[in-house]
């Protein structure tokens, strides 16, 4: 069966354990169409870089399931159509990757930057030009 990977985001005016509970529930409608759910993730509460529904936060959620493209259909309508969900991502890999996801990482672990070089020369930007 097709692999993929859900991201949706509901409403912030709800409490964690009802934000949990969506997981499950649309956990349940894949399973109820042949499909099963990897692994999930609660990503908590998280600000949105624009407003959406008026709301500036959201509770996210991660999904890696292995289903066929028929009940991913019925799961995204239904997320769709169910009020406290505003925004659902889904898109189709070729694998999943071990362990949690990057948003699950601690910064520490999430691996150096590395370094940024020489950034060339900048002038004199921090002392005050006159002006003319």
Do not use: C
Not at 14 to 19: E, G, R, V, Y
């Amino acid at each position: 069966m097709p692999l993929y990977e859900h991201v949706f985001i509901a409403r912030q005016d709800l409490s964690n354990a009802q934000a949990e509970s969506l997981v499950e529930h649309f956990s349940t409608v894949l399973a109820d169409n042949g499909g099963s759910v990897v692994s999930s993730e609660y990503w908590g509460v998280k600000t949105m870089a624009y407003k959406i529904n008026k709301n500036r936060k959201g509770h996210y959620a991660f999904l890696k399931t292995d289903a066929p493209s028929a009940a991913v259909q019925e799961m995204e309508r239904l997320m769709r159509l169910h009020d406290d969900v505003m925004r659902v991502l889904t898109i189709k890999v070729d694998e999943h990757a071990e362990g949690p996801s990057v948003q699950m990482q601690k910064r520490d672990e999430r691996g150096d930057r590395g370094d940024r070089g020489d950034r060339g020369d900048r002038g004199d930007r921090g002392e005050r030009r006159e002006r003319r």
